[in-house]
């Protein structure tokens, strides 16, 4: 079998430097000349410096791509590396890559984000898959091949994908997620994974048996403004869009993002005219009323935020308001894109796009073991999407804020990173990122 595979990947590898001679540059006008590369030593158990070398490196230097690599050496070294280069010195890459985990990929996206927000949008990201989970290689490609995601690399494929933006309190810098925000059942997971670290992605399994038999839950208020597709994204996607897998040439991603270069740019601080106010009353508003009176995400009328906003209420349409709900919940998911991964392989939402402007909010009640050990596997085999199981709710929103009741913390887990918070508020930066990646193939 290793001899199979070593052969296959001989072959798919001529065919990656035979795409890459200068005669068929018309394959791919925007293939990287210069890449920085961060490695993660620690990443699956040690195995990415290994990954770096013998897969990613040769095809990008058979590609003739200049590599220059790093190696980080504790929790948030990537800061330091790039905190280290100027604006000009950033310039000199085409695009960084991450080898390791959905964490070396969310310390990334974080890092340009604090240190370097001004060079995102000339920067292509991609990350090659050496962790335990890999959601983010699996939602852009469909799979977890180190050498598939270093042939979109070499190839240089671009694409766009969403960043939700979490503001966890004052005092508190802003942390960018590109997967998942969630608490309850995968916040417990994640809050104790790290002391156990040293099984794998074993510690995952039981770790998420123990929280099926022991947890209770969290008691939370959950407001969300809604953005369902409306007006002419409607009518140019036709029935049956908002439940339809995001693949390559996607055309829900693709209508959103003719908004996107604006939007990706900026993620001000959109909540002081959509922040419900704290007192105000926890049932379930109605679709027509807003908590307290407050106003859209946009302001309604306002050219710019139609422009910027094409999959959300377009003129002559309704205005969206915020809907709330308080109760106690076993599991609350805000999941940005479809999140595959080997547990997951059509996404934990299955009709989640990678850059729609819109994250999936994933209520699950607070049911017994039986109860959610049926959500998890139907979770694993299909995805979750809106009418599918009862009780549970999938949401489609701009902006979500979760506050822990009466004002406790509540252990979130943001792409596989634990963060403990008694209030939480995102919201979409729709195409936050480009990244080297065309979305899953269709048959995936």
Same mark, same amino acid.
């Given at each position: 079998m290793v001899d199979v595979e070593r052969q296959r990947m001989f072959f798919s590898l001529q065919i990656v430097l035979l795409l890459c001679q200068p005669g068929v540059a018309a394959v791919s006008t925007s293939r990287p000349r210069s890449l920085l590369i961060i490695v993660n030593p620690v990443s699956g158990a040690g195995r990415a410096p290994a990954l770096a070398h013998a897969v990613l490196l040769p095809v990008l230097r058979a590609a003739g791509v200049a590599c220059t690599v790093r190696a980080t050496r504790c929790r948030n070294h990537t800061v330091a590396l790039l905190r280290a280069l100027s604006p000009a010195q950033l310039a000199a890459y085409d695009g960084i890559v991450a080898v390791g985990g959905d964490g070396a990929f969310h310390e990334l996206v974080n890092s340009l984000f604090s240190e370097h927000r001004a060079s995102l949008r000339a920067l292509r990201l991609a990350h090659v898959p050496a962790g335990s989970t890999d959601a983010v290689a699996c939602s852009l490609h469909g799979c977890r091949s180190a050498f598939g995601a270093a042939a979109r690399v070499a190839l240089g494929d671009d694409g766009l994908l969403d960043v939700l933006r979490v503001d966890l309190g004052p005092g508190r810098a802003p942390v960018h997620a590109c997967c998942i925000a969630a608490a309850g059942f995968m916040g417990e997971v994640c809050a104790?994974?790290?002391?156990?670290?040293?099984?794998?992605?074993?510690?995952?399994?039981?770790?998420?048996?123990?929280?099926?038999?022991?947890?209770?839950?969290?008691?939370?208020?959950?407001?969300?403004?809604? $953005?369902?597709?409306?007006?002419?994204?409607?009518?140019?996607?036709?029935?049956?869009?908002?439940?339809?897998?995001?693949?390559?040439?996607?055309?829900?991603?693709?209508?959103?993002?003719?908004?996107?270069?604006?939007?990706?740019?900026?993620?001000?601080?959109?909540? $002081?005219?959509?922040?419900?106010?704290?007192?105000?009353?926890?049932?379930?508003?109605?679709?027509?009323?807003?908590?307290?009176?407050?106003?859209?995400?946009?302001q309604q009328g306002s050219p710019s935020a139609l422009a910027l906003d094409p999959m959300g209420p377009q003129p002559g349409t309704p205005p969206t308001k915020w809907e709330s709900r308080e109760g106690r919940w076993r599991s609350v998911k805000l999941i940005v894109t479809p999140c595959r991964s080997d547990k997951t392989p059509c996404g934990m939402a299955r009709a989640g796009h990678l850059a729609d402007g819109r994250v999936k909010v994933v209520l699950v009640p607070n049911l017994g073991a039986l109860g959610m050990l049926r959500v998890l596997a139907h979770m694993a085999a299909r995805g979750l999407a809106a009418g599918d199981l009862p009780g549970v709710e999938v949401l489609d929103v701009r902006a979500v804020r979760v506050e822990g009741g009466r004002g406790a913390n509540l252990d979130w887990n943001l792409d596989g990173e634990a963060t403990p918070a008694a209030l939480l508020r995102a919201h979409v930066i729709r195409g936050g990122l480009r990244v080297f990646a065309r979305g899953v193939e269709t048959g995936r």
């Open positions: 104790r994974a790290e002391a156990w670290r040293a099984l794998g992605p074993l510690r995952y399994d039981l770790l998420g048996a123990a929280a099926l038999l022991t947890g209770r839950g969290v008691r939370a208020r959950v407001s969300t403004l809604p $953005s369902p597709l409306t007006g002419m994204a409607a009518e140019r996607l036709g029935p049956g869009a908002e439940g339809a897998a995001c693949r390559a040439g996607c055309p829900v991603c693709e209508l959103a993002g003719e908004g996107a270069g604006a939007s990706a740019s900026s993620d001000g601080d959109v909540w $002081s005219e959509t922040d419900p106010p704290l007192d105000t009353d926890a049932r379930r508003v109605p679709s027509d009323a807003s908590p307290g009176g407050t106003d859209d995400l946009h």
